[in-house]
Nanobody, 115 residues
Framework: QVRLVESGGGFVEAGGSLRLSCKVT????????WSWYRQAPGTERELVAS???????NYTDSVKDRFTISRDNIRRTVRLQMDSLKPEDTAVYYC?????????WGQGTQVTVSS
């Protein structure tokens, strides 16, 4: 059974930093692409960043040069380092992968950035 558990969210002032982690069990971690999505109230869930099995990364324009996605295949963990946070980064952040055509999500972790 695939399980994704996020942690590391919280409350931070604008300009601050947070590091999110996603601990994964129940799947072959090293061969998969892993992603972080976010959803603010009243909006659709959007892709923030992704990392392939070959460590290639992709970011949405609004977080480029501020966020860094990484993966640790030994610890089966995906991380999102978020620097220079802005109030518009406030959202619930979700870890994501796909296996056998099925999408898996974690429970989400709240990030709140005050102005």
């Amino acid at each position: 059974q695939v399980r994704l558990v996020e942690s590391g969210g919280g409350f931070v002032e604008a300009g601050g930093s947070l590091r999110l982690s996603c601990k994964v069990t129940g799947t072959n971690f090293s061969i998969k692409t892993w992603s972080w999505y976010r959803q603010a109230p009243g909006t659709e869930r959007e892709l923030v960043a992704s990392i392939t099995s070959g460590h290639s990364t992709n970011y949405t324009d609004s977080v480029k040069d501020r966020f860094t996605i990484s993966r640790d295949n030994i610890r089966r963990t995906v991380r999102l380092q978020m620097d220079s946070l802005k109030p518009e980064d406030t959202a619930v952040y979700y870890c994501h992968t796909v296996q056998g055509g099925v999408i898996f999500w974690g429970q989400g972790t709240q990030v709140t950035v005050s102005s």
